[in-house]
């Protein structure tokens, strides 16, 4: 086996297992539960999964989606987002290579799947996700500093606050023009996170992309059913665009409205 090789390999191990400690968190965080212990049982009958029903996705394929000791059907979201977490570090390893960037964006996606997903079921993003996110961002920016010398702290610093104080103020607007609250705690700390790890400019492009993405997704159901808008989903949209995209949507807008 190759260096290149056990490279991905790695990268893809690593997405199994952390998207399978992410599907403890989606389930247990909004609930107040440990994501320590138990170990991990199922929801059906409460009986601990063994170690060998608890390998990520083919687990679930052997056991046709249902418990060994129950028959209970186990949610296809468990290997869905163990799959989805294991393309992630996969694609991080190869668009980036075996580099700090693949290493933050992998851990960043990883984290907007994570909320986003939290967020759409249950309205709630757990401080857990987005407080240890922040903190993830931060101390990545100073290990890039370190090993790369590119100034990255301030940047990192400067888009965490940043991107808190315009949610807080779109909120302290929105509570004074609705009359009711407008923007919930958690979208304000998971902004925090995501300029962390994008800076001041990228803060700014994903709360724009999220709010035109929600506008246009959710907005319309939104008037229909009264229901509110889970902005988180819409945020990890817009910081995994602004991720992937941003400099060459910043580039471009440049071109197009501000001419030389």
Not at 49 to 62: G, K
Not at 139 to 167: D, K, N, R, W
Not at 177 to 206: E, R
Request: charged letters at 10%.
């Amino acid at each position: 086996m190759t260096v290149e090789t056990l490279f991905y390999v790695t990268a893809g191990l690593l997405g199994a297992a952390l998207g399978s400690f992410m599907n403890v968190c989606i389930y247990r965080l909004p609930h107040g539960e440990s994501v320590v212990r138990p170990r991990s049982f199922c929801p059906g009958c409460g009986k601990e999964i063994t170690a060998r029903d608890n390998i990520p996705v083919l687990s679930w394929l052997f056991l046709r989606g249902r418990c060994r000791q129950c028959g209970e059907r186990i949610s296809f979201q468990y290997p869905l987002v163990e799959l989805a977490t294991i393309g992630i570090w996969l694609g991080m390893a190869l668009g980036y290579g075996p580099t700090l960037r693949a290493l933050a964006g992998a851990i960043f996606f990883t984290l907007l799947l994570s909320i986003a997903i939290t967020d759409a079921r249950h309205y709630l993003i757990p401080d857990e996700l987005s407080i240890g996110g922040l903190a993830s961002g931060l101390a990545l920016a100073v290990l890039t500093e370190l090993v790369t010398g590119v100034p990255t702290i301030l940047a990192s610093v400067a888009g965490a606050a940043l991107g808190f104080l315009l949610l807080l103020g779109v909120g302290l607007i929105g509570d004074w023009v609705f009359k009711k609250p407008a923007m919930g705690g958690g979208d304000m700390k998971m902004m925090a996170m995501i300029g962390a790890y994008l800076g001041p400019v990228g803060a700014v492009l994903t709360i724009f992309l999220g709010a035109l993405a929600g506008s246009l997704i959710f907005g319309p159901i939104s008037l229909r059913t009264g229901k509110m808008v889970p902005f988180g989903v819409f945020l990890a949209l817009g910081g995994a665009v602004t991720f992937l995209l941003g400099d060459a949507l910043i580039d471009w807008y440049r071109g197009t409205f501000l001419p030389a």
